[in-house]
């Protein structure tokens, strides 16, 4: 179905991918993993020639049909049509303007010649078809008004539209939940079953490699480096770069802490409520928090876990003061000094900004791309530090640039005056803690901060969290759906589902015994052993 000889990419002088060959059958599944910058991606996008400014050179055979030549109308007849692909982020490549039935209707009206009736008939089918419940009132959504795992599945019935015979997938799972993860993935496999198409799978996640997979390529530095059988290249890899990566999984970070030490945020029966819609004389309140406590101690980290939609990214902000309540309170600080931040004056919750930071997923989505860094880390303490001239401010952010690994004796030059799309992930990364510790803030709130790296660079941020939090007495709230990275960096795990603490443990306890179903159902998505 796809024959690969020879591919070599470059971006100016620097060559990104290095005489690549593959191939790949109808109805196999070849997963392409290695670590960031290795050349998966650009691998993928190649075959469709996505990359404008990009230099190729070898051969890309579709179905016999050399690709690399192929006249651009006949081109756009193969994509979308006879090839599909899947993007990591559909909340990126979804038109945020645009209903989602709109936007799978086109397929159909272009590739298919369909008129607007039958084409959102079709839609609403294949909505129904990955799992979207309600599709005939889900057609008429925003991207916005779809949780994550909806996105995905919207953006999965758009590439499978037309019955392609080659599907790409570039991260398909990396911003889901450990069981919406397994539930793509089955739908995926039963889909791939229906239509026999071929599967190119680019992802960082070697668990779901050896779940679905049953090919699997590994790359570094640009070059396929190993190449079979997945249970044989991960049973015995040859290649010390295979080795590397398999090696590679989060590993314990946190030292102990003391069960008695300050009270760094409180919370007291959270309870947010959002508008489910529905026509006024019956409008329906949707809970996404219903009656959370919790306490989180200095030099601690509390571990937020649950299914999407359990209401993780709503504490979170209620916990920040950025979500309004519908009652409870939260509490920053400990005894009679402590601030109720859900009451407090203007004034008051500005200064509170500074001893509670918050660390976003996407650090590409949350920097400027208009600021340089410099820029970005010295708004924050001109802000809350008024008294500090130019040059005192300059020290501190140098200082913390180092504390990172941002410097030049780090091998990472003139950090202050480059843009954020001239660093890597990881490093991108660093600097959003950066510009978080720049002001000497008591709590972290860490959502998802890890989830889009692969395992070596996600390995050392961890690392760094780790690090930071024992020289500067850090709390963290770490927000995750990986339970490897709870179990690697808390001491404390709140499990939610539906709105509710459903579970609370230490972290070594909750993976020796768990008590929730829930918790249970956590665990088994992710291949860990489930006691009881």
Not at 32 to 48: I, P
Request: proline letters at 5%; one cysteine or more.
């Amino acid at each position: 179905m796809l024959e690969i000889a020879h591919l070599s990419v470059r971006f100016g002088t620097t060559e990104v991918v290095q005489d690549l060959s593959l191939s790949l059958q109808a109805g196999q599944t070849l997963a392409l993993v290695g670590e960031s910058g290795s050349g998966k991606s650009v691998t993928a996008q190649s075959v469709l020639r996505l990359l404008d400014d990009a230099q190729t050179t070898g051969s890309i055979r579709f179905d016999g049909q050399e690709l690399t030549t192929l006249a651009e109308p006949a081109l756009r007849a193969i994509r979308g049509a006879r090839i599909g692909m899947i993007f990591q982020e559909p909340m990126t490549a979804l038109n945020p303007v645009q209903r989602i039935g709109t936007q799978i209707a086109e397929v159909l009206v272009l590739h298919r010649g369909l008129g607007a009736a039958a084409a959102r008939e079709r839609a609403i089918a294949l909505l129904a078809r990955t799992g979207i419940a309600e599709p005939e009132r889900r057609i008429d959504a925003y991207p916005h008004q779809l949780s994550g795992g909806q996105r995905q599945r919207a953006m999965i019935a758009m590439a499978l539209a037309c019955a392609p015979q080659l599907l790409i997938c570039d991260e398909p799972t990396t911003a889901l939940d450990v069981t919406v993860q397994a539930q793509i993935l089955e739908l995926l496999a039963g889909l791939q079953a229906e239509f026999g198409m071929a599967i190119l799978f680019i992802t960082h996640d070697l668990n779901l490699v050896r779940r679905f997979c049953g090919q699997v390529g590994v790359m570094a530095r640009g070059r396929l480096v190993e190449q079979g059988p997945t249970e044989a290249v991960f049973a015995q890899p040859q290649h010390l770069d295979t080795r590397r990566l398999l090696a590679t999984r989060p590993q314990r970070q946190v030292a102990p802490a003391p069960a008695d030490a300050p009270l760094a945020l409180r919370a007291e029966d959270l309870r947010v409520g959002f508008d489910a819609g529905g026509p006024f004389w019956r409008r329906r309140r949707f809970a996404a928090l219903d009656g959370v406590s919790l306490q989180l101690r200095r030099g601690h980290t509390l571990g937020i876990v649950g299914e999407s939609g359990s209401g993780k990214t709503t504490l979170g902000l209620a916990l920040l003061a950025l979500q309004g309540l519908d009652g409870g309170a939260v509490w920053l600080g400990d005894g009679p000094a402590a601030l109720r931040l859900d009451r407090a004056e203007p004034r008051a919750l500005r200064a509170a900004r500074a001893r509670l930071q918050v660390v976003l997923q996407d650090p590409f989505g949350s920097l400027s791309p208009r600021r340089t860094i410099g820029q970005t880390l010295d708004e924050g303490l001109a802000l809350h530090q008024p008294q500090l001239d130019a040059a005192q401010r300059l020290v501190r952010v140098q200082a913390v640039l180092d504390e990172v690994g941002l410097s030049a004796d780090r091998g990472v030059h003139d950090v202050l005056g480059r843009y954020p799309h001239e660093f890597s992930g990881g490093q991108r990364q660093r600097i959003a803690i950066a510009r978080a510790l720049v002001l000497e803030p008591e709590v972290l709130i860490l959502d998802e901060p890890t989830s889009a790296l692969d395992a070596s660079v996600q390995q050392q941020v961890l690392g760094l969290l780790a690090e930071l939090q024992r020289r500067r007495g850090l709390a963290y709230v770490f927000i995750s759906h990986d339970l490897a990275v709870i179990r690697a960096m808390a001491h404390e795990v709140i499990v939610l589902q539906a709105g509710r603490v459903v579970e609370q443990q230490a972290v070594d306890a909750l993976f020796a015994a768990p008590r929730s179903d829930c918790t249970r159902a956590l665990l088994a998505a992710l291949g860990e052993p489930v006691a009881g």
